[in-house]
Nanobody, 124 residues
Framework: VQLQASGGGLVQSGGSLRLSCTVS????????IGWFRQAPGKEREGVAC????????YYADSVWGRFAISGDNAKNSVYLQMDRLKPDDTGVYYC??????????????????WGRGTQVTVSS
């Protein structure tokens, strides 16, 4: 499985960005796609995830109500719409796949394939 994240950039506080994650390879080898981020000097944290089985979604408290994850199975893509961005949202965003069957979770354990990250910078 290969994943490629794109769509990052520089945006002012309060602005929006839409990240895309394109998945290729054995698409039957995963049931969850997650978005994670890592800011300089901080640990990586889960942001949002989606189940490819039933479309179930889960969000970190820090992004609840501002971010929305969606998927397009026909395009093998997952998107992260980020609205009302804050400087604290700055970081490198990664998408990853998890072969575990069941509701998605935001712990990085289990996510076995990771794409290159895309930088998101939110200026104040």
């Amino acid at each position: 499985v290969q994943l490629q994240a794109s769509g990052g950039g520089l945006v002012q506080s309060g602005g929006s960005l839409r990240l895309s994650c394109t998945v290729s390879g054995d698409t039957s080898a995963y049931y969850r796609i997650g978005w994670f981020r890592q800011a300089p000097g901080k640990e990586r944290e889960g942001v949002a995830c989606i189940s490819t089985v039933d479309g179930g979604r889960y969000y970190a408290d820090s992004v609840w109500g501002r971010f929305a994850i969606s998927g397009d199975n026909a395009k093998n893509s997952v998107y992260l719409q980020m609205d009302r961005l804050k400087p604290d949202d700055t970081g490198v965003y990664y998408c990853a796949s998890d072969p575990t069957y069941g509701p998605c979770v935001l712990t990085s354990l289990g996510y076995d394939y990771w794409g290159r990250g895309t930088q998101v910078t939110v200026s104040s």
